[in-house]
């Protein structure tokens, strides 16, 4: 037996200004053949729940591509073909099953619907091999991805520390289809929502109840998998949003009525969904009158990890005005200001222009740099491997990176984009975060994986970034409408 296993990630942010060409993904890491199996493999990810599953059975691996890059704007069309067709050829060479780890929400310049693109064009090759794929939680799912599949699931945690858990579940259900013991049928219900990511957290509520149904659900029988998927709502396309999707054996009804009730529970709840923005000024002046410590505070609109530039300065900013002090930053994107300190070296004493290098068109922000004047505390090669429970065993490059102490900020200053959701972009410079008094993170809800344990308390700090919660500021032009919370009197009926 033959199994083809691949990797095609990218969270597309269409409001993002930096490019997603080739080297977008160079710098996380593209893989192709045997190297990409070696580097998975041992790994949280469900590209390695596959490869065991394969394994398990004596199957022959072809691993075309492992591909992954950090969130940012629409995907090239010639880095999105070249992705592509390295999966389709391989598919026409001859495979048995496929196995795909994907997103669910990637734009490129040819297609709204990245994954479901590719889906279909799988299918074309060859109409009736098994297809198993694992989504993020933020997928925006289409019906074309459900199509032209065979069972689809998502992550059922974010931070998403249950990867392998959910390939190895979908994957398995695709090996017993093969077997001809299961013949599954799907059914998805798109809800005309556009969730904020920082109410989806699923450690939280609404969310939480609704992960809870998911996973009440699956103890029934002929159920094979159910997801909630928050969608990803930063990508201006029709189908972003809320949705769920259910596999059952046999059983349509089943999958009707289940997809159906869940998905009617997460719209009751739509007001918890929506976040309510604060000012600035006052969120910071809370954070000087706490007293226990390590506090974390969140630069949400300004994640990487959503496609966000990270060298925007405004929370930053109002921490110096406002003489915060005792704070350790990560992390702040300026290739430039690595350079300018690798030159000057540790222990030098100097002035840089830190940041706000990166014009945002969709928000009509100019650049905004800090200037700070401090010490070089610490340079590295930006290269550490992730030991915490999310993307456990991955290896980040950060790219040449250092550290700014202004006496009373330490700033982890990057050349790669890479959102803080472990301990490790702070241990790997040399800070340990259990002893800094306040810990500013670029991150919105991926950063509990490797620090909830760690702060006592967590500020969210309303800042500017194309992360940004006030959908207001954003010019969608594709979405589906009416949709809430941008309209009113929008109704949803089963679909």
Same mark, same amino acid.
């Given at each position: 037996?033959?199994?083809?296993?691949?990797?095609?990630?990218?969270?597309?942010?269409?409001?993002?200004?930096?490019?997603?060409?080739?080297?977008?993904?160079?710098?996380?890491?593209?893989?192709?053949?045997?190297?990409?199996?070696?580097?998975?493999?041992?790994?949280?990810?469900?590209?390695?729940?596959?490869?065991?599953?394969?394994?398990?059975?004596?199957?022959?691996?072809?691993?075309?591509?492992?591909?992954?890059?950090?969130?940012?704007?629409?995907?090239?069309?010639?880095?999105?073909?070249?992705?592509?067709?390295?999966?389709?050829?391989?598919?026409?060479?001859?495979?048995?099953?496929?196995?795909?780890?994907?997103?669910?929400?990637?734009?490129?310049?040819?297609?709204?619907?990245?994954?479901?693109?590719?889906?279909?064009?799988?299918?074309?090759?060859?109409?009736?091999?098994?297809?198993?794929?694992?989504?993020?939680?933020?997928?925006?799912?289409?019906?074309?991805?459900?199509?032209?599949?065979?069972?689809?699931?998502?992550?059922?945690?974010?931070?998403?520390?249950?990867?392998?858990?959910?390939?190895?579940?979908?994957?398995?259900?695709?090996?017993?289809?093969?077997?001809?013991?299961?013949?599954?049928?799907?059914?998805?219900?798109?809800?005309?929502?556009?969730?904020?990511?920082?109410?989806?957290?699923?450690?939280?509520?609404?969310?939480?109840?609704?992960?809870?149904?998911?996973?009440?659900?699956?103890?029934?029988?002929?159920?094979?998998?159910?997801?909630?998927?928050?969608?990803?709502?930063?990508?201006?396309?029709?189908?972003?949003?809320?949705?769920?999707?259910?596999?059952?054996?046999?059983?349509?009804?089943?999958?009707?009525?289940?997809?159906?009730?869940?998905?009617?529970?997460?719209?009751?709840?739509?007001?918890?969904?929506?976040?309510?923005?604060?000012?600035?000024?006052?969120?910071?002046?809370?954070?000087?009158?706490?007293?226990?410590?390590? $506090?974390?505070? %969140?630069? *949400? &609109?300004?994640?990487?990890?959503?496609?966000? !530039?990270?060298?925007?300065?405004?929370?930053?900013? /109002?921490?110096?005005?406002?003489?915060?002090?005792?704070?350790?930053?990560?992390?702040?994107?300026?290739?430039?200001?690595?350079?300018?300190?690798?030159?000057?070296?540790?222990?030098?004493?100097?002035?840089?222009?830190?940041?706000?290098?990166?014009?945002?068109?969709?928000?009509?922000?100019?650049?905004?740099?800090?200037?700070?004047?401090?010490?070089?505390?610490?340079?590295?090669?930006?290269?550490?491997?992730?030991?915490?429970?999310?993307?456990?065993?991955?290896?980040?490059?950060?790219?040449?990176?250092?550290?700014?102490?202004?006496?009373?900020?330490?700033?982890? $200053?990057?050349? %790669?984009? *890479? &959102?803080?959701?472990?301990?490790?972009?702070? !241990?790997?410079?040399?800070?340990?975060?259990?002893? /800094?008094?306040?810990?500013?993170?670029?991150?919105?809800?991926?950063?509990?994986?490797?620090?909830?344990?760690?702060?006592?308390?967590?500020?969210?700090?309303?800042?500017?970034?194309?992360?940004?919660?006030?959908?207001?500021?954003?010019?969608?032009?594709?979405?589906?409408?009416?949709?809430?919370?941008?309209?009113?009197?929008?109704?949803?009926?089963?679909?």
């Amino acid at each position: 037996m033959k199994i083809l296993i691949a990797m095609m990630k990218h969270e597309t942010n269409t409001f993002s200004p930096i490019p997603t060409n080739w080297k977008r993904f160079e710098d996380w890491g593209i893989h192709f053949g045997s190297k990409a199996l070696e580097v998975y493999q041992h790994t949280g990810m469900p590209m390695a729940a596959y490869i065991d599953l394969a394994k398990s059975i004596g199957a022959e691996i072809i691993t075309p591509v492992a591909a992954e890059a950090m969130p940012s704007g629409v995907v090239h069309a010639e880095t999105y073909n070249r992705l592509t067709d390295s999966i389709c050829e391989a598919v026409n060479s001859g495979c048995d099953i496929a196995l795909l780890d994907l997103h669910g929400a990637m734009v490129s310049e040819t297609t709204d619907d990245g994954e479901g693109t590719l889906l279909e064009k799988i299918r074309t090759i060859s109409p009736n091999l098994p297809i198993a794929v694992t989504c993020d939680f933020h997928c925006n799912l289409t019906h074309k991805m459900v199509d032209n599949c065979t069972a689809l699931i998502g992550y059922k945690t974010y931070p998403h520390v249950d990867m392998y858990q959910v390939g190895k579940q979908i994957g398995q259900v695709v090996l017993d289809t093969y077997e001809e013991k299961l013949i599954p049928v799907m059914t998805r219900q798109q809800l005309p929502m556009l969730t904020h990511t920082l109410k989806q957290g699923t450690d939280d509520q609404p969310t939480k109840s609704l992960i809870d149904a998911c996973r009440q659900a699956e103890q029934q029988e002929d159920v094979l998998a159910a997801t909630f998927f928050g969608g990803f709502p930063l990508a201006d396309m029709p189908d972003a949003g809320a949705s769920t999707v259910v596999v059952t054996n046999q059983n349509p009804d089943l999958a009707q009525r289940t997809s159906f009730d869940i998905a009617s529970l997460a719209w009751k709840q739509r007001k918890q969904f929506v976040y309510q923005c604060g000012s600035l000024p006052e969120q910071v002046k809370i954070a000087r009158e706490l007293s226990s410590y390590p $506090v974390i505070l %969140l630069d *949400h &609109e300004d994640n990487c990890g959503s496609g966000g !530039t990270q060298d925007v300065m405004a929370v930053i900013r /109002e921490m110096v005005e406002q003489n915060l002090d005792g704070v350790a930053v990560a992390a702040v994107y300026d290739p430039g200001a690595v350079t300018e300190m690798q030159k000057a070296g540790v222990g030098k004493e100097m002035t840089i222009t830190l940041g706000g290098k990166t014009e945002i068109p969709s928000l009509q922000l100019k650049p905004k740099p800090l200037e700070l004047t401090g010490k070089v505390k610490v340079l590295s090669d930006g290269k550490w491997t992730v030991h915490g429970p999310m993307y456990t065993g991955v290896k980040v490059d950060m790219g040449p990176t250092a550290v700014f102490d202004t006496g009373k900020i330490k700033i982890v $200053v990057v050349s %790669l984009h *890479h &959102e803080p959701w472990d301990v490790g972009v702070f !241990t790997s410079v040399g800070i340990l975060p259990e002893k /800094e008094k306040y810990l500013l993170l670029k991150s919105r809800i991926h950063y509990r994986a490797g620090f909830e344990g760690i702060g006592k308390q967590t500020l969210h700090c309303d800042g500017e970034g194309v992360t940004t919660s006030r959908y207001e500021l954003l010019d969608f032009k594709k979405l589906r409408r009416p949709i809430y919370p941008l309209d009113h009197n929008v109704e949803f009926h089963n679909n």
